[in-house]
């Protein structure tokens, strides 16, 4: 398996400041191979008397080029509980900005206590302290080491030493010099540090001279004994062969049996390091390599997998990730799955670590869709706010999660759908606009002050509101300010930018018709309504092509419209002309008119009151002095007679009168 750290650097071991509670005892800047970070890694002793429980690190990183960085790297290590004796920092990891750093120096600035009391650095020097040597090295004799030990005690391993204001207890404690005995073991100061080594030779070589005695009287038993039991051993050879079989190898198999069950504990205890040594040196007993080099790391991954599951972070511990290393960004579980699945990988065909990494792989793929699919209902809410240009962005964002690409153009869409709302309701002819799609550029709304106060106070508030919560800015200003556009104009370009989508393209021909403000007189010019068209003319403030002419021909077509009763006549002549002669039994008592102006001529339409009965007559455009129409082999004149009555006449080819009535206006 390969390592995922590189290492990069080694600070000096054992580094001191006088006055320090610590000693630095090591440290080292590694590469992480998965995320290619830079990281930091020391080891702290506590010296002190008092429990440490907060610590701070300053480190300066220097890079290739020998440059010391601006600003140093601190780090603080927070919710200690460390006595005396023991080690904190091993486990956490610092990170070092920068890609280009080639070693750092380090300090400590502060230590607190649990008492509440503290130690601030005062800018002395951190100096790396005399090497403890073991005895042996000391003496450069392990026989004098050996009568040391006898002398002072078996736990003796290194030669006492001073240095600053600290001793070196022979056991291997950190005393200081105002320290009469070790604080570990007891030992006098005094006694261990004058030590009479003429005294110790001497000892050891009477201790030598002593052993070798024994030793040749040994050999002089073991030969006299050697003798007499030499006819014994033989006879009893066979016995002694099974004998020594079970003295070898019954306690060895026992041994092991009992090795291999404690490895396996470790196994069961999480305890991976301590279990993969412990099966390692158990050899070719039984599975033990096998323990090793699989099943230990399928059971450390299977815990991997547990704490990924649960995104707990104490599971990173297992992949030698230190959380303050890790970014807002990184997903834990991710993290760990992706260790976890990498690692199954690497078991290849053992038990069923291929699926195990498939399903770490699908787990992480959940994940990943869990979040895209957050942020889609995070989009969505934008949009069900109304924060359209938001939500737009949110939505691009996604890619081609879900249908987000089409729920982006639903928010540009659902803007436009807002404000062609407002457009149909409202007067917008002076308004002009900069329709705005980015989220940070407000939109503008501007028109007059007089345009403002002729439509109400709420306007503007109904206008925000057809905005949704976007960015807008309203302006009231006499002219448009340079690049702004009539609002019909930026809202047809609006829905043109969305394409084929939905319906979009439908409100363009809308927008024009609503924009067209003169329709609403000509549709009332085309279904007949003179009074309406002419009153409605009058009323209209803004130009308009051929006004005049306009309002003297609906003018002239005035006393055509109306309701009429009948006065004198044939009151039969209506139905007639209509095809219901019967005899001259039906008959016309009232009806109504009106004119339809038409390309080039004017038409008067007459209705009955009981609707059985409509008829047209028609003249030449701007004529009013009588309308006709022609039903073979008669024909039909309406006009207005000098009393003003409204008098129909029915001819015949000769131009004779046959029948008339006339019809007084209601």
Known sequence: MAERYTKLFSLEDNLYCEGAPLIIRGGRLLRDGYTGKLLAQLKFQNISCKTITTAELRLTTVDSAGRLAEEPVFHRYLDLNVPRDSDFGQKSAVVIPGADIQYFTAVVTEVIFDDGSSWTWDNRPWKALKEHKLLADEFQDEELATQYRIRYGTDCKFAPVEDAELWFCTCGAVNHLDERSCHNCRRVYSALKDVNISSLKSECAERLENEKEQQAQDDIDAKEKRKNLRSLVLALIPVFIVIALVCVFVPREIKNHERYENAQ????????????????????????????????????NLELMRYAETANPVGLKLIDVNQSSLSEDDDISIIMYQAAADRFKELGDYKDSAELSEKCLKAIEDIKTAKLQAKYDDAAALLADKQFCLARDAFVELGSFKDSASMAKEAIYQKAMQLFGFMSQQNIRNVWVKLSTETDVPGIISFSKDFALSNGEGYITEFKAACGKDKVDFVLEDQPSEGLVPFQD?????????????????????????????????????????????????AYEYEFEDRDYWLNLLEMYKPYCGYWVLNTGDRSLIPYIAGDSNNGTNVCTGFTTSVIIGD??????????????????????????????????????????????LAIMKYNSAGNILSSCDYSPS
């Open 490 to 538: 930026a809202l047809t370009e609006l829905f043109k930018s969305l394409g084929d989508y939905k319906e979009s393209s439908d409100y363009i021909p809308q927008i024009t018709r609503l924009c067209d403000y003169t329709r609403e007189f000509y549709e009332l010019v085309e279904k007949g309504d003179v009074y309406g068209a002419y009153d409605w003319l009058s």
């Open 600 to 645: 080039g001529t004017a038409t008067l339409k007459l209705d009955t009151d009981d609707g059985k009965y409509t008829l047209n007559f028609t003249t030449e455009l701007g004529n009013a002095k009588g309308f006709s129409s022609s039903i073979p082999p008669f024909n039909y004149f309406v006009n207005i007679s000098v009393l003003n009555k």
């Open 265 to 300: 504990a470790l196994v069961d205890s999480g305890q991976y390091d301590k279990a993969a040594e412990a099966f390692d040196s158990l050899g070719n007993y039984k599975d033990s390599s096998t323990q090793s080099e699989s099943n230990i790391p399928y059971e450390r």
